[in-house]
């Protein structure tokens, strides 16, 4: 059977038109614009450039990589930005825990243990299509406080397991009997996990530090463990949730899956006992957990921990140099979280920011906090349909939603830590929302039209639990 993955048809000459000349048209309408009171000469300026190369990166007319270089050099080119400006974002220790933990997710994969604790659990849950959704969601929460990347945690961990689990079961993309017998239910079901063991620590997907950042920089500062803190109930709550309510609203038509945690078995016996690299894959993994939830006490930053923990996969040669080098998604996560965070900071330099924070306060003044923070909430989870990663919107909106709900009268660590949250929730909105939707989106096993409907409900479950539960559990334990 052939592989979706490897069968996309290739966009026409009018499409990669379009992608290429809408940012270009958008960024020079804003460019041009008059510039508002309290705002630098330059800020619209760096406006124009900064929207046109989200745009850009939403429809994607060249690489990630690729776009943010673009967008780089034409704001210098302006001088909307200075070269120190505009490199500034290299020198970002958020960039650089991004990174690192990018590569201690290598570690996860080149030893084999992330595949080895998933194929565990269906040992011991795998008798049935909702046992083995649980098992695949531990799998995710244990590996997501170190594997920024979700997608890796989604299509290189969670995704090959329920793959061959479903083909072991005659469960394939095609026909539609095949699909909805098991491995539909089982990668949409891991996809909604994803978003909140994504949204669980800060760690846990490429955004969030982006979001304690632009916090910090309106004056409110968030530790890893003020963030796990605050979503290990509301997180916890839905990752039960999650498969249950799955298998009601998109349920599988196998129900028992009795020859999985033989499969299971079978692997795990064929990859042997734990290997040395395992073993200090395992240690290094729980030496870092310790140091990120007392970095406060100890006065170690999540970067240095995350760089520790790197020195000792490399000194152990758990990993090699060249596992590192070879690492592009890391490396084009470098480039391009250090283009976006130097022109936000340029922009919020030159009153940008400030401005369109007020402005969308505007549009909310006069409601008690409550109901302004809730607008906010719903318009900043639901505008992620027009975004194709988490971590633009993060970069484009979150300092801005932010900043509007704190000057409603909203409580600003409670604030940050929702918007924060939100920009992973989002992930399961449709095929496009992010990058663990796309691998699960590519492997055909899901219709698009499931996609917009089961997203959808999926969504309001998650602003349930995470609006009620999450709400009291906040307030219990004083985060406002």
Not at 459 to 467: A, E, K, Q, R
Request: include cysteine.
């Amino acid at each position: 059977m052939t592989d979706r993955t490897t069968t996309k048809a290739q966009p026409s000459l009018v499409q990669r038109s379009y992608r290429a000349v809408l940012p270009i048209v958008i960024g020079l309408i804003i460019y041009f614009l008059p510039v508002p009171d309290g705002v630098e000469p330059n800020g619209m300026h760096m406006l124009g450039i900064f929207v046109g190369t989200i745009v850009a990166l939403i429809l994607l007319p060249l690489p990630t990589g690729a776009v943010a270089i673009v967008g780089l050099a034409i704001a210098m080119i302006t001088q909307a930005e200075t070269p120190t400006e505009a490199l500034s974002g290299f020198s970002s220790t958020t960039v650089w825990l991004i990174v690192a933990s990018f590569f201690i997710a290598e570690g996860f994969l080149v030893t084999g243990l992330g595949k080895r604790i998933a194929l565990l659990f269906v040992t011991r849950l795998g008798r049935s299509s909702l046992g083995l959704a649980y098992g695949m969601a531990i799998t995710d929460l244990i590996l997501s406080p170190a594997t920024p990347s979700n997608t890796a945690r989604a299509g290189g961990v969670v995704y090959p397991i329920i793959k061959s689990l479903s083909e072991l079961e005659d469960s394939r993309p095609e026909p539609d009997e095949s699909r909805k017998r098991l491995g539909a239910y089982l990668l949409l079901t891991a996809l909604q996990v994803n978003v909140v063991t994504s949204a669980m620590f800060v760690t846990a997907m490429a955004g969030n530090p982006l979001a304690v950042e632009a916090a910090g920089k309106l004056g409110i500062e968030i530790s890893w463990a003020q963030w796990a803190a605050a979503a290990v109930v509301p997180g916890l709550v839905s990752l039960a949730a999650i498969p249950w309510v799955m298998s009601k609203v998109y349920p599988p038509t196998m129900m028992k899956t009795p020859q999985a945690p033989q499969q299971a078995r079978d692997e795990l016996r064929a990859a042997g006992p734990i290997s040395r690299s395992e073993w200090i894959m395992g240690a290094t993994f729980a030496l870092l957990l310790v140091l990120w939830c007392l970095g406060d006490q100890l006065n170690v930053s999540a970067t240095t921990t995350a760089f520790l923990g790197i020195a000792i996969l490399l000194v152990t040669k758990v990993l090699t140099w060249n596992n590192l080098v070879h690492d592009t998604g890391a490396w084009q996560t470098l480039v391009f979280f250090a283009v976006l965070v130097g022109m936000a900071a340029q922009l919020e330099k030159l009153g940008v920011i400030a401005w369109i924070g007020d402005e969308v306060a505007g549009s909310v003044d006069g409601l008690p906090w409550v109901w302004a923070f809730a607008i906010l909430t719903l318009v900043y989870f639901y505008a992620h349909y027009l975004f194709a990663s988490n971590t633009a919107q993060i970069v484009a909106m979150y300092a801005v939603f932010l900043g509007a709900a704190v000057a409603t009268g909203a409580p600003p660590l409670f604030s940050a830590l929702v918007f924060g949250f939100i920009g992973s929730l989002f992930g399961g909105l449709a095929h496009y929302s992010s990058g663990p939707a796309g691998v699960i989106y590519g492997s055909g096993y899901i219709r698009t039209s499931e996609w917009f409907r089961i997203g959808f409900v999926m969504s309001i479950v998650l602003i349930l639990i995470w609006t009620v539960v999450g709400g009291l559990w906040m307030k219990l334990i004083g985060v406002w």
